[in-house]
């Protein structure tokens, strides 16, 4: 049975995002959240430890509810489950794929001791600059789980459909050639559009289209906002180099290499065996090929 319909695919296209229900088990979520909890040492009944930055390290691996935790079984369990694979190749219409290794976030209630967890932002995931032309559709996808219900004012993911509607090449010719960071949505953009906030249930799916400028917003609620970054996206032909370097940074439980992924220097997660792959996770790891998998 299909995840997406004909409609979400059109209001994939024309808005940058979709919304995908009820993808990944509520026990998958509820494991995950309970691994950020043990990462960082806090309490989730005591929310005096949650503007803490985990055990051990100072404020700078706490920004913006960014954690350094890529390698425990839980996200694992979530990365390889088959309906998280199925939304992403409806959406893409493409089978063989790989599956980022990335991060998550718990951002906690706004607190003035706290700034630097009480800020919302919206960018680009993309230098539009390098954006090809004619503009390729989608551009890159990117994706969120929600480990937890997130409501409106709870600071979770959000977008600016609108924009993305506006966003043609004479607008990309005429508006970012000139800018001095073209990853960043302009506060005199950002007023001539309204930035919508996504509320969802746990173990909800958004996708959005790299060119969708979206971020997260400032959690106004009383409680944490969890989430699971995930992407999936073509398997690289022949790139024997990256496949490689796939494998060994689950076989290290090492981070991502690039600016975006400092890693934990506790390494707390180089202290177990790497997480268990199902056949699709190997698939999607790249262990695997995908040969016969369908």
Request: hydrophobic content about 35%; proline content about 10%; charged content about 30%.
């Amino acid at each position: 049975m299909s995840l997406l319909s004909d409609q979400d695919h059109d209001f994939f296209r024309e808005n940058g995002y979709v919304k995908v229900e009820n993808v990944v088990p509520e026990p998958l979520c509820e494991a995950v959240i309970s691994d950020i909890f043990d990462h960082t040492g806090r309490e989730r009944d005591d929310p005096a430890t949650w503007y803490d930055p985990p055990k051990g390290l100072d404020e700078q691996f706490s920004s913006a509810g960014m954690l350094e935790m890529y390698h425990r079984q839980s996200m694992w369990d979530v990365r390889q489950h088959p309906r998280l694979y199925q939304a992403f190749a409806e959406l893409l219409e493409i089978e063989r794929l790989w599956v980022s290794i990335d991060r998550v976030n718990m951002t906690p209630p706004s607190h003035e001791e706290h700034p630097d967890l009480d800020h919302g932002f919206v960018h680009w995931d993309v230098n539009l600059a390098d954006v090809p032309r004619p503009v390729p559709q989608p551009h890159g996808v990117q994706g969120v789980v929600y480990l937890d219900d997130t409501s409106i004012e709870q600071g979770g993911f959000c977008c600016v459909p609108e924009l993305f509607r506006d966003m043609d090449e004479a607008w990309l010719d005429d508006r970012i050639a000139a800018r001095e960071n073209p990853t960043k949505l302009p506060d005199s953009d950002l007023a001539e559009y309204e930035v919508e906030p996504i509320p969802g249930e746990q173990g909800d799916l958004v996708i959005w289209d790299r060119l969708c400028p979206h971020g997260n917003g400032r959690n106004l609620a009383d409680e944490p906002r969890f989430a699971q970054y995930v992407l999936m996206y073509p398997q690289a032909f022949g790139d024997v180099e990256r496949r490689e370097q796939r494998i060994e940074c689950w076989q290290q439980s090492e981070a991502p290499a690039g600016e975006p992924f400092p890693g934990d220097p506790r390494e707390l997660e180089q202290e177990t065996p790497p997480a268990a792959l199902t056949p699709l996770g190997r698939k999607l790891l790249g262990l695997d090929p995908w040969d016969h998998w369908l």
